[in-house]
C-alpha cells in the first residue's frame, strides 16, 4: 500500500537541479512531500489536492497527476540545506483526512 | 507555543515486557498517527485515529495497541507480542486537508 517513490537516492553538486517522483497504485485525495533529516521530525514541504489546490513553502514546487495517481518534487539550484530524505506521504479517497500513508523516501546529498 | 510532543525520548525495553510511549498534541487537532521507522523501510503506519474513541489499523498494527480517550493524547503501547519492536517511533497529528505535524520521535531498543 505504501507509494512508491524514485529514485532511492540522488547525490547532487550545489546549484543542481533534482526530480523525485511518488506513485499510488490507488487513486488519491492528496499528496504530501516531508524532508527528514537523520534522527529528527520530518518538516512540512507541500501539500497537494485533489482539484489542484496546492499549500507549501514559495521555493518548492510540486505536481500532482490526478489521472496517473503520480506526484514530482521538483528542487531547483539544490542548497547544502536540502539534504536529507524526502517522503511523499499520500491520502485515498476513502480515507481521505485519515489514513496518510507514506513511501520507503528518497534520500538526497548535495555536495559542495 | 503549539506543537506535539513525545516521551520519553529514548526507552529501553527488557524481553517480554509492554512499554507505552507517550504522544500529546495541544494544536486542537482532529487527527492522530503512529508511524514506525526502519532503515529504509521509510515511515510505515501502526494505529491511526480521527476522532476521540476510535482508531483503525494501519498496516502494521500486530503488536501493537493504542487508546484515544482525549483528543489532546494518543498512546502507543508496544506488547511483548511485537517480536522486533527496536525502532524510532513517529507521532503526528492533522486537522483536514492541512499537513501533518511531527513529534521529535521515541527511539525503542530492546535490551
Known amino acids: 500500500q505504501q507509494p512508491v517513490q524514485s529514485p532511492q537516492a540522488v547525490i547532487l553538486r550545489e546549484g543542481e537541479d533534482a526530480v523525485i517522483n511518488c506513485s499510488s497504485s490507488?487513486?488519491?485525495?492528496?499528496v504530501h512531500w516531508y524532508r527528514q533529516k537523520h534522527g529528527e521530525a520530518p518538516v512540512f514541504l507541500m501539500i497537494l489536492l485533489k482539484g489542484g489546490e496546492q499549500k507549501g513553502h514559495e521555493k518548492i514546487s510540486a505536481s500532482f497527476n490526478e489521472k496517473k495517481q503520480q506526484s514530482s518534487l521538483y528542487l531547483t539550484a539544490s542548497q547544502l540545506s536540502y539534504s536529507g530524505t524526502y517522503f511523499c506521504g499520500t491520502e485515498t479517497p476513502e480515507g481521505s483526512q485519515g489514513n496518510l500513508i507514506f513511501g520507503k523516501g528518497t534520500k538526497l546529498s548535495v555536495k559542495p | 507555543d503549539g506543537g506535539i510532543t513525545q516521551s520519553p525520548k529514548y526507552l529501553f525495553r527488557k524481553e517480554g515486557q509492554n512499554v507505552t510511549l507517550s504522544c500529546e498534541q495541544n494544536l486542537n487537532h482532529d487527527a492522530m498517527y503512529w508511524y514506525r521507522q526502519d532503515p529504509g523501510q521509510g515511515l510505515r503506519l501502526i494505529y491511526y485515529?480521527?476522532?476521540?474513541?476510535?482508531?483503525q489499523k494501519g498496516d502494521i498494527a500486530e503488536g501493537y495497541s493504542v487508546s484515544r480517550e482525549k483528543k489532546e493524547s494518543f498512546p502507543l503501547t508496544v506488547t511483548s507480542a511485537q517480536k522486533n519492536p527496536t525502532a524510532f517511533y513517529l507521532c503526528a497529528s492533522k486537522t483536514g486537508p492541512l499537513e501533518a505535524f511531527f513529534g521529535q520521535g521515541t527511539r525503542l531498543t530492546v535490551v
Open positions: 485515529s480521527q476522532i476521540v474513541n476510535d482508531f
Open positions: 490507488k487513486a488519491l485525495y492528496s
